[in-house]
């Protein structure tokens, strides 16, 4: 079977020798910024925001991505195209590059640039039938004047931790609050509550990562008359909001049907969640919304 190709620094490589070096300071020390997209039926859904939000990442950290986001866009979908794919999860990575085992950045002087695209199961499917049982975390969200999740940085370990500790409890995801308890968001996913048929998000200085998924969904919601506005959201208010669900690019939506052991609403996806990932099928399977592959 012929081997898929991952795209590095402008060759393609086949995925069993597609390597970079141990002395890169994204796999030393998480220093790098990274974007997680999905193609459907033939266009990259929302490919310009996942972009912009590349390269507003690498500015926050200082790292210079040596390539224009015009030629960023054509590699992805160059790679796409060697790979034959028309719907596929697409990972981009650009690492502080090559460096010495101390952590000066000035020490690497070229970002390493990696596009992987591959299929990918967030959550188990069953959790999006039934809907997930989560829990809250004890880890907290990294502060906003720490390594704010704002920027989509290769240090994942905060979410990892989180994750962590929903294996731990057999449950299908966590959800991590802020140092001051308010609810932030899931390890990779943004989170809605629906309280008074109204749809309810945190901020993002939560430091919750403004995910494309969640914008689109706030979208949806205006476009159907449904309100929508962002909010800090408390535990108690967690606990007996009518409906929640996560939003992000590889999860896509899922329901969630209980929170360390409280019954959400009654126990089954809700009917405003149903609404919306039907809405959401039919929004990126608009070419408008995407760029073309081929
Ligand atoms: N919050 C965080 C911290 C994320 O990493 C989202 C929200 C959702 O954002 P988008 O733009 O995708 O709607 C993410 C998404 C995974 C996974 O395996 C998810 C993400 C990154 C890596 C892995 O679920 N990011």
């Not at 596929?88 to 020490?107: M, S």
């Not at 608009?286 to 073309?292: A, L, Q, R, T």
Request: charged residues 25%.
């Amino acid at each position: 079977m012929k081997e898929p190709l991952v795209y590095i620094n402008g060759n393609f490589i086949e995925k069993s020798k597609a390597c970079i070096s141990v002395f890169d300071h994204g796999f030393l020390y998480g220093d790098g910024v990274f974007e997680g997209i999905r193609a459907y039926n033939g266009y990259v859904f929302k490919l310009k925001e996942h972009i912009d939000r590349l390269y507003a990442s690498a500015h926050s950290i200082m790292l210079k991505i040596p390539i224009s986001k015009e030629e960023m866009i054509k590699a992805i979908i160059e790679t796409l195209r060697v790979n034959s794919l028309k719907d596929a999860y697409i990972r981009v990575i650009v690492t502080r590059g090559e460096g010495d085992l101390g952590l000066d950045p000035r020490k690497c002087k070229k970002p390493n640039i990696i596009i992987i695209t591959e299929k990918i199961e967030v959550l188990p499917k069953e959790a999006y039938e039934r809907g997930a049982r989560v829990i809250i975390s004890w880890i907290r969200r990294d502060r906003i004047d720490a390594t704010s999740h704002e920027i989509k940085s290769l240090n994942y370990l905060n979410s990892i931790l989180a994750k962590i500790e929903a294996n731990v409890f057999n449950a299908d995801e966590a959800i991590i609050l802020t140092t001051d308890g308010y609810v932030c968001e899931g390890p990779g996913e943004n989170i809605f509550l629906v309280i008074n048929d109204e749809l309810l998000t945190p901020p993002t200085y939560t430091g919750a990562l403004p995910g494309i998924t969640r914008q689109v969904v706030m979208e949806i919601a205006k476009n159907n008359n449904i309100n929508v506005r962002e909010k800090l959201i408390t535990v108690h208010e967690l606990f007996n909001a009518s409906e929640v669900f996560f939003t992000g690019t590889g999860a896509e939506i899922v329901p969630i049907v209980e929170i360390s052991g409280r019954k959400i609403g009654d126990g089954k996806p809700g009917k405003t969640t149903k609404f919306i990932i039907e809405e959401f099928k039919k929004y990126v399977a608009d070419p408008k919304n995407g760029i073309p592959i081929y």
